[in-house]
């Protein structure tokens, strides 16, 4: 419902100004719902309930959304000119109006696009809309952990926070990580959010859950505000040592001693145990193991990406005076006792698999947890596509929904596939992601996803043409996908069958013998896995696919060293230029000191002559 119970534009008495909606005749001829009318005539008579409140309010919204389409249409067909003129305009020193930014399908107001972006006022979040939203998703993921175990709520949370999410939902995974630590906003006579107050315990009717928050490097830019926030109420609970149930205070035993036994002093463990908001090591904004994940030879064990992202993700930003700073073990220390991981998702243009960051930070994120704890945590998508409708989302059901509805939807694919070699790239980095986030937790991707996918891309078993398609606009992207299909594999992870195997294998040394090595990592870069491809396919085949391998590699380094031997020289012509200047400099400095010295002397000499001669 509208917040206080009223539909945008009603008047104290719960009508609508002239009282009926805009378009309906006072008898309610226009297109009215009878229901409606009932409704409106219960507001007219003071006597509306909560239910109908939020019926009168959902209608209105309702009409003005069905109202708007034609114009959202007119402004979505606008906007690439715009955008093009605006970029124009804005190089030729114009002006630009503003706009909000975000998913124009979550908010249509950002059309037509083309116009100046603004985020948020940080020191005003979590708004009040956006507490509501924290403290009902918070509920709605601790049930859905009891159903998952029993009744046992977990003992700690973590959360990637991004900025995007941050600033579309007011800061509602905020609300919610507070909410988790039984703390609430204190606000300002302006609505700003300055500090955090706890909630009793009889007034929160639960435990505290403890927390762990990684943040993105350009959330940690535009809000380092809210990361205090966040430590000021696990710093308040901690403190209440004296509670029952209270998890932040157990966490920093925890943690207390994992920091002993990695060598710190007591009163070093004690002061960093509450620690709990980590980013990127020297202000970096990535992890660092994307490339590493994708580069299987480069890795065997699981212990070896979380070793790079314990040490890349571990800077303390949860203080000021120690902002950015970086102590070798906290970050195990502050991941012990971790349940759950929580990824805010706010758009509606990409999905666990779709967007390869997701995998990085959440996946990068649970699989340390896995290796740290022993434990597998469940997973969970913070979804705030709908504003109206927040909700979670666990992490296995969302990278279904999304498998099912793109990559293996045969009405997906013929349409996206009409896009040519973009949608050939999609789809092969989709793919690829699947991968990935199997590396980062196996038990969110079955054998029969792979199973599918094989069906669908190799089989080709719903009559697609995908061969035909990808080797009109893109053959380089099958060579990705079976190049993928077989790295799974290699890796233990898909469990194919030898017919399986043998498939993906000879298509993939056919499509590279017919049109070269499109040279990614996958194709080119990974001995291992060439080695493995090899030997699903038959001899006479071998020797032409390592050949046409080798040949884009040859290229490749002959194309480097030329590089290295060009700048060598530019580098070398440079050196001597700079040894032959100085000497160059000094013999004209010399020569024009003695030029100066001679003149001087001429006058002098011919002033003594003259002076002589007048004597």
């Not at 991968?435 to 697609?464: C, F, H, Q, R």
């Not at 060293?561 to 200047?581: G, V, Y």
Request: proline share 4%; aromatic share 6%; with cysteine.
């Amino acid at each position: 419902g509208h917040p206080g119970g009223m539909p945008q534009g009603a008047d104290k008495k719960g009508g609508h100004p002239g009282g009926m909606p805009q378009g309906m005749d006072k008898k309610g001829s226009g297109k009215m719902p009878p229901a409606m009318m009932e409704a409106m005539k219960a507001m007219q008579q003071e006597a509306l309930s909560p239910d109908e409140k939020a019926f009168v309010a959902s209608m209105q919204q309702l009409r003005h959304s069905i109202n708007a389409i034609v114009g959202y249409y007119d402004k979505l067909m606008q906007s690439p000119q715009r955008e093009l003129s605006s970029i124009v305009n804005a190089l030729n020193g114009g002006y630009l109006a503003p706009s909000p930014g975000g998913d124009y399908i979550a908010n249509p107001e950002t059309l037509p696009t083309g116009r100046n972006l603004y985020s948020i006022n940080a020191e005003t979040t979590p708004t009040v809309a956006a507490w509501d939203k924290g403290k009902k998703l918070a509920e709605d993921l601790l049930a859905d952990y009891k159903k998952r175990h029993n009744g046992e709520l977990p003992q700690k949370v973590s959360f990637s926070l991004w900025s995007s999410s941050f600033i579309e939902s007011e800061g509602a995974t905020i609300a919610e990580i507070i909410y988790l630590l039984g703390c609430e906003p204190v606000r300002d006579m302006m609505g700003r959010v300055q500090d955090i107050r706890l909630i009793p315990m009889e007034q929160l009717n639960r435990k505290r859950i403890d927390v762990v928050v990684q943040t993105s490097g350009q959330l940690r830019d535009l809000a380092a505000s809210r990361l205090y926030l966040i430590q000021k109420a696990v710093d308040l609970a901690a403190k209440e040592t004296g509670e029952k149930d209270n998890e932040v205070a157990k966490g920093a035993v925890d943690a207390e001693k994992v920091l002993l036994e990695k060598g710190l002093s007591p009163n070093e463990a004690r002061s960093l145990s509450t620690q709990r908001v980590f980013g990127g090591v020297n202000g970096n904004y990535g992890t660092g193991i994307q490339e590493m994940v994708e580069s299987g030879d480069r890795w065997e064990k699981e212990s070896e990406i979380a070793d790079v992202y314990l040490n890349n993700m571990g800077a303390i930003y949860g203080s000021s005076e120690q902002w950015g700073d970086f102590e070798a073990g906290l970050f195990e220390a502050a991941l012990q006792n971790v349940d759950a991981v929580v990824q805010p998702r706010q758009s509606n243009s990409w999905g666990p698999l779709s967007l390869d960051h997701i995998y990085e930070f959440m996946g990068g994120l649970t699989l340390t947890v896995r290796q740290v704890t022993g434990k597998d945590p469940d997973g969970y998508f913070n979804d705030l596509r709908n504003h109206h409708r927040t909700r979670v989302q666990e992490m296995k059901q969302a990278i279904g929904v999304e498998a099912r509805t793109t990559i293996l939807n045969p009405t997906y694919i013929k349409e996206v596939t009409k896009e040519g070699q973009g949608a050939a790239s999609a789809l092969a980095e989709t793919i690829r992601n699947t991968y990935g986030w199997n590396v980062m937790k196996p038990s969110a991707i079955d054998k029969e996803l792979w199973d599918d996918i094989y069906n669908t891309y190799i089989k080709d078993d719903k009559d697609l043409g995908i061969r035909d398609f990808f080797e009109q606009n893109n053959p380089a992207a099958l060579q990705e996908i079976t190049a993928v299909m077989m790295e799974t594999i290699r890796k233990g992870m898909w469990n194919a069958s030898p017919e399986q195997r043998k498939a993906i294998a000879e298509l993939h040394a056919e499509e590279i013998e017919k049109f070269g090595a499109g040279c990614s990592g996958f194709v080119c870069d990974n001995a291992k896995l060439r080695d493995f491809i090899a030997k699903e396919i038959p001899a006479e085949q071998q020797q032409n696919y390592q050949k046409a391998i080798q040949k884009v590699r040859n290229l490749s380094s002959e194309q480097s060293k030329d590089a290295q031997l060009l700048k060598k020289e530019e580098l070398n012509a440079d050196d001597t230029s700079a040894i032959e200047r100085p000497s160059q400099l000094f013999l004209f400095v010399a020569i024009g000191v003695v030029v100066v010295l001679i003149i001087i002397f001429v006058i002098y000499r011919k002033r003594k002559l003259r002076q002589q001669s007048n004597e």
